[in-house]
């Protein structure tokens, strides 16, 4: 048969797109290769998934930890499980506890809510995995025990973070025992972190959430005045969901309800659907125009109305009516940039993998730490790393994110998926990086089911993300002529450098092909690597 995928768009890369009949990509090598042992040594696209997340809170802790928290999309091989094991805020987090504050706090334990990644490691190994959680865990717990060398982007950004988080608790002792990051290629060793994986794994993560592990968490967190207990940590679930789905391009995007940002994602696909879309070349204005006008429609809601799913005054059902987003997409001026009012979200930390295996079972899976390495907190003789989810909450007791007990912050991490006009899987893809996220999910679903690009492709291609009014931040590999015309479109450009910083994101694809196997591509703006066999 004729290939389905255009192979001819040439954006700079030195990455090829990968062909495989089982594929693992992710952003740091030494990860996806943890996760391609699991394949060859019999497991499946799930045992690869665990295993690549384990390893990377030991190789990229820039932007996840054993403390982060998580979200997967599963392909089983006949239909879609999405898990949420966000966790919730402490029970003490009431209405009186942030009393006289103006904003949540960005570090410290008091911005630390439950972490839930270790209940999405084992959920996804006891519901669809095939090898033992021991197993899963040996690549991370060698690379944190033996040894391994810093991969050049996390050595930059974890640089950055020591200068920050220095006097964070347990941070410098942890991650900069010689008072400074450790350089490219050093050699870094990690034998707490060892020791608390062999743990987690052993015990099924009863250790973390009820054991010797959450007792020296709590008592670390009442030392530095915090108010996690552990009774949070006993009553924390990771929970199997339901996605939300969009129809678009001849098939369907999947993202997972709220409290993640991915509605927002849909909405936006929903509104270029209602729009005369897809008609220009991908890169031209009137297509690159119309995504970021219906982008900032979608960010605009999802700043008002997304929180918890529990205490939404809307339904995303709502936000998703054909009816609406025909009423949204009504506002877009095919000719003008608009003055959208939404808040600007704040940058973050992510790592976002993705599997599949020859027997067709493909894994969606993200986890973070948010802002870097989060809260900056580390449990002494742990290597526990917490995020800093808390800091997603507001302090508006009118907003549907305020803060209050046992509750669920508005999370910007988000896995996605795409099936295609007969339910049939199309592809497992993710792009993190705070804000960008759902930015980033529009514009790979765009290039990849509107226009047929390769996965490979679709990552390397010029991006944009919206940031306030009409400000938008633009790749600086975009034509110029192009550039031009949306300045004089009323678009306020800011033209960054897309090898400066990590602003634009990092992405993998994983891309089903008719015939059966697999097309794998991985950020070219990281340090990843997409994988296949």
Known sequence: MSQPYDFNVAYPTLRPTMMGANAVSASQPLAAQAGMRMLMLGGNAVDAAVATAMALTVVEPSGCGVGSDAFAIVWDGEKTHALNASGRSPAAWNADY????????????????????????????????TLPLTTLAQPAIDYARQGFPVSPLIARLWKNAVSKLHDQPGFSACFAPQGVAPEIGEIFRNPALANTLEL??????????????????????????????LADLDNHRADWVETLTQSFAGGTVHELPPNGQGIATLMALGMLEKLDFGHQPVDSVQTLHLSIEAMKLALADLDQHIADSDHMPLTPQQLLSDEYLTQRASLIDPLRASDVSYGSPKPGGTVYLTTADASGMMVSFIQ??????GSGVVVPDTGISLQNRGCGFVLDPTHANCVAPNKRPLHTIIPAFATDAAGKPLMSF????????????????????RYGQNPQAAIDAPRWRVIAGRQVAIE??????????LRAMGHELLVEDPLQGHSFGGAQVILRHPQGHYLAGSESRKDGQALVM
Not at 101 to 118: C, D, L
Not at 431 to 439: E, I, R, S
Not at 476 to 485: G, I
Request: proline share 3%; hydrophobic share 45%.
């Open 430 to 449: 993710g792009l993190m990086g705070g804000p960008m996220q759902a930015q980033g999910h529009l514009q790979l679903a765009i290039r990849i089911m």
């Open 476 to 485: 600086s590999t975009l034509d110029t002529n192009t550039l031009a015309a």
């Open 200 to 229: 987690i794994a052993k015990t099924q993560g009863e250790a973390f959430y009820r054991g010797e592990l959450a007792e020296k968490m709590i008592a670390h967190c009442q030392q530095f005045g915090g108010a996690m207990t």
């Open 98 to 129: 942030f009393a006289g504050q103006t904003a949540m706090p960005t570090y410290g334990w008091n911005a630390v809510s439950v972490p839930g990644a270790v209940s999405a490691w084992v959920e996804l190994a006891k519901k669809f995995g």
């Open 368 to 373: 973070s730490n948010y802002m870097g390495f």
